[in-house]
């Protein structure tokens, strides 16, 4: 027999009663006549299951701590009073433990019939019929009859509530064992749920006993992955049915990666349950990882290639082959009239390691130029530049676990809360623990304040403001003597630093002096830089608020200065940490999608690395670097550049400056997408290649811990073809041999050119879960913590970072300034999540403005404001909210037509080109009507929808 | 592309080299520009600063000159 499968028969997964406990001393036991040794700490349940005895248990899971509620897991221990609970009972040396007997058989049927007596009996119709623990425990303990009869008073009558789209909790069937609520508390840190009542009255209530949909729940699932019973259920599996085989799999939405069991039928996913074993999840998710897959299979869907001539003209259904050749013989005739240098691509930040490197490799092997980009130009390319610079790679220091020994954690310009639920989650629970938190940021977002966790210093500096503040924190340390001078001396380049620390000594770099600019007040910004020196731990944690500025690169180097001034790199705890913000973003930088390096972050001018890709790709590569995206976009208006392939990427959504973007676009003569659905982009596109999701190839993701895990295939590709198929056949079509028969094979090309993933292969990847690069000869099972003896450029580089405020100011034309940002619910452009109950949270992308500006503007909440800069106005609703301060106001860019990046310029990061995306000079007033770019935008969608309907309607007309 | 999007980019990258000593500065914006300017944007600011008021600040100016003795880039 044999068969690349990688399914597993679906069965719950192993559950060990209590967490896994870690420690140096160990604990012998016997259970049952059974000798186990275990780490101290370890519960007797947890040391019974390890030796294959399972107590039985209904409030006690691994995933959180023991309750101790439904006694049923009592045991006898010799020499202890009455039945203690193996739950909350800690293994002792010596302990002899009976776990099954005739008392503890009595004991148990008296406690399963209690809870039977208040329970639907309609097993067979349940939608967790053979899959709930219950079931279970009614026949672990042998229950034959409820001699309480059945007429008593019952909770049978209790309704459904179905307001949350993906489960529904049903009360009829709870048994009241808490596992919910402390799901919601101790796993994802919401606290939305608690146990209303007392005795009999006791019930699961979502905040103020409010439906769950309008309560703080934030839809994790958390609570439904616990529940034992059919209580809380999925949608989908109480449409469908129980799954029959699952695969594990990486999330597609955001940078932390969480690893899933795609549990199915056939090819259609059941659900999506959290994989305990995942590296940077640890069995948990957020709303969009568990519930939002639908998009998948969505009618939206894209499943034939497409061409047209212009684009002011309807598509045509074509086969791949016909789509291919049409698409490379444009692009050879745009770079015979133009020039080689005329054409280029960007790669997919959301697409796998193998995709995006077969896309970079096509630009320059079968292009033959360096014009290839990724979206990391308009998020994290400052940490690329900044991190390299100073420590000498371009990622991030540590794993998400690291958080876990933090004593001071420094979040500046993040917001993990929504963009990075699942590690927010664990980094809440930290702070519970009781390690300091510092917030840089304008607004006050959600971990400022949230249940049990409250910032001890809250920085609200004025966008643009980030250098100026940070550098004043670096003067505090330096100037109070917190600096850790032994690490410095030992791990970094002197003369650097004592230019750096001439410069960061200078009067206008004092707390005092930036205070009025930042808005901060110089004692807090002393305050947080001391509680951040002096704690034994310091970690910071960054994201698109420090990068999407004009001065991103030049803040990632002030943040590494400030961990390299106290010591904080190199063990677990601390280090420099860039949420990366989408799922493949950090591999799509590693596998060379950057203009000018090659994969691996070696410079094309280096001549061995190019001698190294030439050799393996047969073709010469050039020694300079190509574009990058903005400057595409430049050279298209310009005239000089005119086609382009993008894969998986929403340019003339996600882009500042929609209207110089769309006018890049227009003037090209061929663009060639390959996506999903017909996104913004793509009505200004020539070819449409159909794409794949994550659910239909396989591949790999890294993510922002440079965790590398496996994209397992659990259904054929909609369109045929995975998307590095498609880019293989254009590959082809324009006569350059790429020949993969399976992703695998492209991975381990990857690993003989790149020395940071030499180690890697699909065997490894399936043997460790997962593997964080660098993993090669010195790393055989990767790098969790990096720059441990040294910095991997050798010693670490102060880089100096002057202050320069950005060109954006305030002006009595525009006297506001407008930041942007993500939400839970909507991922990025919005093109997944807006196909599926996502929607529910978040329908429209909407202006928060302060009350005073607000009143200043005779602007109520819910009215239509218009928003313009310099750069072109919009129109969206208005929210008074107090998260931003008078002088501020924010949106999201969830969905097109909020056109929130018409209003964005083209400011950007010196360095980079990085869109300045944080800070826009805007004013705000109440209008009637949309703004004029909204309905141009509604009239040209409505066009180049008809079109797509055309091709659609053109394929079932018989072939003349 | 449009030149002027170019000197403000130069000009931009020198404010963000210049912390104190001006020759660190202009290799810096020199490196800087070597390392990730297209060989066409490299020839047009050279070209650009050979026609006389560049719109680039002393740093900046200073740089294209230095990049300019380089033949690679020469126009």
């Known amino acids: 027999m044999s068969t690349n499968s990688n399914f597993s028969r679906y069965q719950r997964a192993e559950d060990f009663g209590t967490p896994a406990r870690v420690s140096t001393e160990s604990v012998s036991l016997t259970i049952d006549g059974v000798d186990v040794t275990v780490p101290k700490g370890t519960t007797v349940m947890h040391a019974a299951a390890l030796a294959g005895i399972n107590i039985p248990k209904l409030c006690a899971t691994d995933s959180l701590e023991p309750f101790g509620s439904c006694r049923l897991c009592l045991v006898e221990i010799e020499g202890a009073r009455g039945l203690p609970a193996s739950c909350t009972t800690e293994a002792g040396e010596g302990m002899v433990v009976t776990s099954q007997n005739a008392r503890l058989a009595d004991v148990r049927r008296n406690v399963m019939e209690l809870y039977i007596s208040d329970h639907p009996l309609d097993c067979l119709t349940c939608p967790t019929n053979g899959d709930c623990e219950l079931q279970d425990m009614a026949g672990a303990v042998g229950l034959r009859e409820v001699r309480y009869g059945y007429e008593g008073d019952n909770h049978l009558s209790a309704e459904k509530d179905t307001s949350n789209p993906y489960f529904t909790f049903d009360p009829s069937k709870c048994i009241v064992c808490s596992r919910c609520v402390r799901a919601c508390e101790e796993t994802q840190g919401t606290f939305a749920l608690t146990i209303d009542g007392r005795g009999f009255g006791s019930k699961v209530a979502a905040s103020q006993d409010q439906p769950f949909l309008d309560s703080e729940c934030v839809s994790c699932g958390a609570c439904v992955q616990a529940c034992p019973t059919a209580t809380l259920t999925e949608n989908s599996l109480i449409e469908k049915g129980q799954p029959e085989h699952f695969v594990v799999t990486t999330c597609a939405y955001c940078g932390v990666g969480c690893s899933f069991r795609a549990e199915m039928k056939g090819q259609e996913v059941v659900r999506m349950v959290p994989n305990k074993d995942g590296g940077a999840n640890h069995g948990h998710s957020c709303v969009k990882g568990r519930f939002a897959f639908g998009y998948a299979t969505h009618p939206d869907r894209i499943t034939k290639p497409m061409i047209r001539d212009t684009i002011h003209e309807p598509w045509r259904e074509v086969s791949w082959d016909e789509a291919f050749s049409f698409a490379a013989g444009r692009i050879r005739e745009i770079q015979a009239k133009y020039g080689p240098g005329s054409v280029g691509g960007i790669t997919s930040s959301r697409c796998t390691n193998e995709e995006t490197y077969l896309v970079q490799k096509l630009v320059r092997a079968a292009f033959g130029n360096n014009n290839v980009d990724t979206c990391a130009r308009v998020c994290h390319s400052p940490t690329g530049y900044g991190l390299k610079s100073t420590l000498g790679e371009s990622a991030g220091t540590q794993n998400f676990d690291s958080v876990m020994k933090a004593d001071s954690i420094v979040v500046i310009g993040a917001n993990p809360t929504d963009a990075h639920p699942v590690f927010a989650s664990q980094m809440k629970r930290r702070l519970r623990e009781g390690a300091s938190l510092i917030v840089l940021d304008p607004r006050s977002t959600d971990i400022v304040r949230s249940p049990h966790v409250e910032a001890d210093f809250h920085l609200p500096l004025r966008p643009g403001t980030n250098v100026a503040v940070l550098n004043a924190m670096a003067h505090t340390i330096v100037e109070e003597g917190l600096a850790d001078d032994d690490f410095v001396q030992a791990r970094c380049e002197i003369d650097a630093f004592e230019d750096w620390k001439t410069f960061i000594g200078r009067p206008e770099n004092s707390p005092e002096a930036v205070a009025e600019e930042s808005g901060v007040a110089a004692e807090v910004i002393r305050g947080a830089a001391r509680t951040y020196a002096n704690a034994p731990n310091g970690a910071i944690y960054y994201g698109l608020g420090v990068s999407e500025h004009a001065q991103g690169s030049t803040t990632v180097m002030a943040i590494a200065n400030l961990a390299m001034l106290t010591g904080n790199l190199g063990r677990e705890g601390v280090g420099v940490n860039p949420l990366r913000g989408q799922n493949n973003v950090q591999g799509s930088c590693d596998m060379g999608s950057f203009p000018h390096e090659l994969p691996g972050y070696r410079h094309v001018s280096d001549a061995a690395t190019r001698a190294l890709f030439e050799k393996e790709w047969k073709v010469n590569i050039l020694p300079e670097p190509g574009l990058r995206i903005p400057n595409m976009f430049d050279a298209a208006v310009a005239g000089d550049f005119k086609a382009l392939y993008v894969q998986g990427e929403d340019v003339a959504q996600s882009d500042p400056d929609t209207q110089h973007v769309t006018a890049a676009l227009s003037a090209l003569e061929c663009m060639i997408v390959q996506d999903l659905f017909l996104n913004e982009t793509a009505k200004f596109a020539h070819v449409f290649l159909p794409g794949a999701s994550f659910l239909e190839k396989d591949g790999t993701f890294t993510n922002a811990e440079r965790r590398i895990s496996r994209v397992r295939k659990v259904m054929e590709p909609l369109a045929g073809l995975g998307d590095w198929e498609a880019t293989q056949g254009l590959a082809q079509a324009l006569g350059y041999d790429m020949n993969y028969a399976h992703p695998g094979e492209i991975m381990d090309e990857i690993a003989r050119l790149t020395p940071t993933f030499e180690g890697v292969s699909y065997a490894r990847l399936d043997e460790l879960e997962s593997i964080q690069w660098p993993c090669n000869a010195d790393a055989e099972e990767g790098t969790p913590t990096m720059h441990i003896d040294e910095f991997v450029r050798g010693k670490g580089l102060f880089r100096l970072t002057p202050y320069v405020a950005t060109d954006e100011r305030t002006s009595r034309k525009y006297p506001l300034l407008l930041t942007t940002g993500r939400i839970l619910s909507q991922y990025n452009v919005g093109a997944q999540t807006r196909r599926t109950h996502n929607s529910s949270w978040h329908e429209e992308d909407v202006l928060e403005m302060h009350a005073h500006d607000a009143e200043q503007r005779g602007i109520d909440a819910g009215d239509w404001v218009g928003l313009k800069s310099r750069a072109g106005e919009t129109v969206m609703r208005a929210v008074i909210s107090d998260r931003v301060q008078p002088g501020v106001v924010y949106t999201t860019f969830h969905h097109p037509a909020s056109g929130a990046n018409v209003v964005t310029t083209d400011n950007s990061d010196w360095a980079t080109n990085c869109p300045e995306y944080k800070v826009t000079a805007v004013q705000a007033h109440k209008v009637t009507q949309l703004s004029q770019w909204q309905q141009e935008f509604e009239e040209f969608t409505a066009q180049q929808e008809g079109f797509l309907a055309e091709a659609k309607a053109g394929a079932e007309e018989p072939v003349n | ?75």
Do not use: P, S
């Open chain 2, 1 to 75: 592309m449009d030149v002027r999007k170019l000197v403000k980019m130069a000009n931009q990258i020198a404010d963000n080299f210049n912390a104190g000593d001006a020759a660190t500065a202009v290799a810096g914006v020199l490196d800087h520009i070597t390392r990730f300017w297209t060989l066409d944007m490299k020839k047009q600011i050279i070209a650009h600063q050979r026609d006389g008021d560049t719109g680039l600040n002393e740093i900046a100016a200073a740089a294209i000159t230095e990049l300019a003795r380089n033949e690679t880039y020469a126009a």
